[in-house]
């Protein structure tokens, strides 16, 4: 695969992963194959601008 559609469907696993608050963060960066959560992080503010734990507490809601 071309490495920008690979990146582009690592995003769209990652926006189903952030969403679903069991997961860990640790954890969706690991499955994604990243060895250092840090640099997924990064890597994650760099394409949307927000860290991973602003995007999870931005989009998903919380039961009342």
């Known amino acids: 695969l071309h490495p920008r559609v690979r990146r582009q469907r690592q995003m769209c696993i990652r926006d189903r992963l952030l969403l679903q608050p069991d997961h860990k ?34 989009h998903v809601k919380t039961p009342s």
């Open 25 to 58: 963060i640790t954890d969706i960066a690991r499955r994604l194959g990243y060895t250092d959560n840090h640099y997924f992080s990064k890597a994650f503010k760099n394409y949307y601008h927000i860290s991973p734990t602003q995007y999870r507490s931005s």
